[in-house]
């Protein structure tokens, strides 16, 4: 089993946050990313293309009412008798015109840009691929990993060893023995003193001498 050396736990837990701020700001930015190319392409295929069609069929409508009024006055002559000029209404077809092209031009782009950004997407999607699933799969897998680190080195900094062999033996012994609560008491003989023992020695041999003289006398007398 490989061994590990650790000199800090703090730093540990750190990288571990740090890696989850980071994952979080990756999602965050991917999806950021992913919801702007969506709505656009949203807004390129409904709000843009229903826009310019409308305008297109308005600023037609608006052609055909300016060349009319062009023809009105080309067509009938004033109270004199004379032409009537037309210049404001040929510049207002020419400005009605001008604004039709541009409806048309912008309805062609819309319809040209609409394939093109659904392509872009599509490449955006395959490049950002790898990149979602190492934020999504491999950080968090690693995450997960530090996690369970930290548990063990919790766990095994918090580990206090219970007993074992002769230490149990010894504690049972101990306690066998009533040590630790209160010493055994010992009983122990009298002492005397030297001139104690010799004085009653000497009296013991005495008494002895006296009891010899008195039986040799007894004898003696019988």
Not at 96 to 121: F, M, T, W
Not at 207 to 215: K, N, P, R
Request: hydrophobic share 30%; with cysteine; glycine share 6%.
């Amino acid at each position: 089993m490989p061994q590990i050396r650790v000199e800090s736990v703090d730093s540990i837990k750190a990288m571990k946050v740090a890696l989850i701020k980071f994952v979080e700001t990756a999602n965050a930015a991917l999806g950021d990313a992913e919801s702007d190319a969506s709505r656009m392409l949203t807004w390129l295929e409904h709000d843009q293309a229903s826009h310019w069609t409308n305008q297109l069929r308005k600023r037609h409508d608006h052609v055909e009412k300016c060349k009319e009024a062009v023809r009105m006055k080309q067509l009938y002559k004033d109270s004199s008798g004379s032409r009537q000029s037309a210049v404001e209404e040929e510049k207002a077809l020419r400005v009605a015109i001008g604004r039709l092209e541009e409806a048309r031009q912008k309805q062609a782009n819309v319809k040209r840009s609409i394939p093109k950004l659904q392509r872009e997407l599509q490449m955006y999607h395959g490049s950002v691929q790898r990149f979602a699933t190492t934020v999504q799969v491999d950080l968090r897998t690693a995450g997960n990993k530090l996690e369970d680190l930290l548990r063990t080195l919790d766990a095994y900094i918090g580990y206090q060893p219970t007993e074992t062999g002769s230490a149990a033996a010894s504690t049972e012994a101990t306690s066998a023995l009533g040590i630790g609560d209160k010493p055994p008491s010992i009983t122990r003989p009298p002492q005397t003193s030297p001139e104690a023992s010799d004085i009653k020695t000497s009296k013991s041999g005495d008494s002895d001498t006296t009891q010899a003289d008195t039986g040799e006398g007894k004898h003696g007398t019988a």
